[in-house]
């Protein structure tokens, strides 16, 4: 079964760090259970295995984490939902596109009990809404912007790191970087899309649509 874990308040980053290293390798050890860890952290930007030091364009305003999870420069603040996803790969299929997939399906079935409808980009990692009534970009393309971050690591076939949600983040925060490489797209959040809802409404949402991708939990 899955420990589902849920964290008040904003956990320190290092904290988190230790915690999910510690939790893989007793997972990989058959000594604890997967984990899902539901939780919010202060504001602050970490990079990933693909990023490059010219999208860091304001070093100085957070925190900067140097981290081995896969993806480029990413932003962690109160009112994004981050989940950390410890499962087993061994036992589960050792299929890491397939897992990745996994995740984009579990983010895109949470928001469409919002009645959001998330996509899935070549090319543009994470998931994505369309903004029609806003101006199309440069290239004459429908605007999008981004609602969830994934990123991931494994060892030993053990995930950890995972998924960000923006339920209402400070969006301004996120031009300090340019979020995972991509300059023609913006963020967006469950609130800036006028949506009232809240952390537990998506936490709810979340553990149902886990369900129904990964399969049962504790």
């Not at 995740?103 to 809404?129: K, Q």
């Not at 995972?162 to 609130?191: A, K, Q, R």
């Given at each position: ?5 849920i964290t ?31 939780l ?6 970490t ?35 981050v ?10 299929g ?59 690591r ?25 979020p ?8 967006t ?16 949402a ?13």
């Amino acid at each position: 079964m899955v420990d589902w874990k849920i964290t008040d308040g904003l956990t320190d980053y290092d904290s988190a760090l230790a915690f999910m290293e510690a939790r893989a390798a007793a997972i990989a050890a058959g000594e604890a259970e997967e984990c899902i860890w539901l939780l919010e952290h202060p504001p602050l930007y970490t990079a990933g295995t693909s990023a490059k030091p010219e999208d860091l364009t304001d070093p100085d305003r957070f925190p900067v984490y140097e981290v081995r999870r896969g993806g480029q420069y990413t932003y962690h603040g109160p009112g994004q939902r981050v989940v950390y996803v410890m499962l087993d790969l061994n036992t589960r299929g050792r299929d890491v596109r397939r897992f990745v997939q996994q995740l984009e399906a579990w983010v895109i079935a949470a928001l469409a009990e919002f009645n959001v409808t998330g996509h899935i980009r070549d090319g543009r990692v994470g998931v994505w809404v369309e903004r029609p009534e806003k101006p199309r970009t440069a290239s004459g393309k429908m605007t999008e912007d981004k609602i969830a971050a994934i990123g991931i690591r494994l060892r030993k076939w053990v995930s950890f790191h995972g998924i960000s949600i923006n339920v209402d983040p400070e969006l301004e925060h996120f031009t300090g970087i340019v979020p995972c490489g991509i300059t023609e797209y913006g963020v967006t959040s469950l609130v800036d899309l006028g949506l009232p809802v809240t952390m537990d409404d998506l936490d709810v949402a979340l553990k149902r649509s886990f369900e129904q991708v990964f399969g049962e939990i504790e």
